[in-house]
C-alpha cells in the first residue's frame, strides 16, 4: 500500500493509504484507485465515478450515466 496527502472536499488535507480495488456499480465495473482512511460513512471518489462513466444527479441524488460507456473502452 503507498501513501497519498489527499485534499478533501472540505478544504482539509489528510494522509491516506492507496490501493486499487474492483469497484461495480449499476452494470459498470472496473480496477480503480481507492483511499483506505478513517471515515464515518463510505465516500465515493470523483474520480471512481469519473472512471465508471457516471456522475451524480444533483437535482436527485441518484446515480446516472455520464458517456454511453464505462472503462472497458477507454
Known sequence: MEKAE???ADNRSA???IIVA???LMDRDGILPVAIMDSPEPLLSATALE???LRVDPATGKLEYSRPYGLAVL
Open 6 to 8: 489527499l485534499k478533501l
Open 51 to 53: 472512471g465508471l462513466g
Open 22 to 24: 474492483y469497484i461495480k
Open 15 to 17: 494522509e491516506a493509504g
